[in-house]
């Protein structure tokens, strides 16, 4: 060979292939995305015009079949794991890189949406369907994830982190199966559920792309949400003890009115929850009086005490806020105000800063607007920061609705979560996390 010739070869080698670039991705398909998302619709709707689609009903099962056959036609090699997770990888170049992990869930609440869920799952069904039509091939495998049973408690990404506690097996939901036969039901193995246990460090990182299920994204106008990670949750019964008494006989200045306390401490609770900086939220949801009739003086009050917010300090020192104000509400009213923890309550998941970055880059990078926020609402991303770097993605929900038929994510709105799903997938492949 000529030596000129030799040097063009070379020239050429080392730039062909072509590095793929996060541009050569084509644009998601609204289109497809939408045809999908109303094929999904169909299993378990209802006349509301949403689905019942509970974990472990027929419709769940049918609709992880949909799914199935949608991941095949991909080309993507499909698992189901002894959780029922489903799982459909997609090989990489390099067989000893870590897996990128990414995907949400389809079941739904009763008398749910057709997007809290399925909107990640299609976005990370559009995301492979990308990657396919421009022929590039990741350096690290890609895995979709769907998981099993989100609605009912996380059930299916507790089983990766092996916290699925042996006592919620017989835990029965609206299908009417319990988690146990349910799992069994749709293609798992409750047997060998210690299987499904991943170990930390085994995936380079996880991605969930989820509506917003709050109003923030479109009362703004933007296009996507980065997730600071999810609100952790403290829950206490309430307890406040009064004198029951007639409701006629004695005197107004002579009471120890339990519910009197209880509404002073409902509104010190708004009132420390709105007053103290920052975007904690506290809520008094359930509320009961004793005996509770209408001319006895309520001599038992008991009520719920909810606190959220991404930092756990935060979570504390409202909590000690309300509590000393509680104390000093019952010495006035001659009542007694107790608090007891909850042990059901969950602790803040801050998502990794790092994939905050890759996430917020790649929408800079396709032009869309953003701000980065916090969920309120619990999702499988918060077990994964636990095996992962963990990022999230929010699309705005129309009206913030969520849980409900009229649940609503445009077409369009979906398509520019699915870009900014697929890019960081592509930018943690060429490396963005850096060493981990
Ligand atoms: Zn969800």
């Not at 299609?122 to 039509?133: D, F, H, P, Q, S």
Request: aromatic content about 6%; hydrophobic content about 40%.
């Amino acid at each position: 060979m000529p030596k000129i010739t030799a040097l063009l070869a070379v020239l050429v080698l080392a730039v062909w292939p072509p590095a793929a670039s996060t541009q050569d991705l084509p644009k998601a398909s609204a289109d497809r995305m939408e045809t999908r998302i109303k094929a999904l619709a169909e299993f378990g709707k209802n006349a509301d015009g949403g689905v019942d689609r509970v974990a472990y009903s027929d419709a769940d099962k049918a609709g992880r079949a949909y799914i199935i056959g949608q991941l095949r036609s991909l080309g993507l090699e499909v698992r189901v794991d002894a959780a029922a997770n489903i799982f459909a990888r997609r090989s990489g170049t390099d067989p000893s890189a870590k897996p990128i992990l990414f995907g949400s869930h389809i079941d739904s609440v009763p008398g749910g949406g057709n997007y809290d869920g399925p909107t990640g799952v299609i976005a990370a069904i559009e995301a492979m369907e990308l990657l396919n039509t421009a022929g590039h091939t990741t350096r690290h495998p890609l895995e979709l994830v769907v998981f099993s049973n989100e609605e009912g408690g996380l059930v299916g990404s507790l089983a990766m982190r092996g916290h699925l506690k042996p006592e919620a097996l017989a835990v029965v939901n609206a299908s009417g199966r319990s988690i146990g036969d349910g799992t069994n039901f749709i293609g798992g193995n409750i047997d060998e559920i210690a299987s499904a246990t991943v170990t930390p460090g085994s995936y380079e990182a996880f991605i969930e792309l989820h509506i917003e299920q709050g109003g923030i994204l479109d009362e703004e106008k933007l296009d996507i949400g980065v997730v600071e990670g999810i609100v952790g949750i403290g829950w206490w019964d309430v307890t406040i003890e009064g004198y029951a008494n007639h409701g006629g006989t004695t005197a107004m200045n002579n009471r120890r009115d339990a519910m009197v306390t209880a509404a002073e401490l409902t509104l010190a609770v708004n009132r420390i929850a709105l007053t103290t900086p920052g975007r904690q939220v506290a809520t008094v949801g359930r509320i009961q009086a004793f005996p509770g009739a209408p001319n006895v003086i309520p001599g038992r009050v008991e009520m719920s005490l909810e606190i959220r917010d991404l930092e756990q300090a935060k979570i504390d020192g409202i909590f000690a806020a309300i509590e000393k104000e509680a104390q000093q509400i019952a010495a006035r009213s001659g009542t007694k105000v107790s608090f007891e923890y909850l042990e059901v309550a969950s602790e803040p998941a801050p998502t990794d800063p790092r994939m905050r970055k890759v996430i917020e880059k790649a929408t800079r990078n396709m032009g869309y607007s953003y701000r980065y926020l916090p969920s309120g609402a619990g999702h499988d991303a918060q077990d994964m920061v636990h095996l992962a770097p963990t990022g999230m993605i929010f699309v705005p929900s129309v009206g913030g609705v969520s849980h409900s038929p009229n649940e609503f994510t445009t077409p369009e709105a979906m398509a520019k979560g699915a870009d900014v799903l697929a890019r960081t997938i592509m930018a943690i492949d060429a490396g963005s996390l850096g060493e981990h």
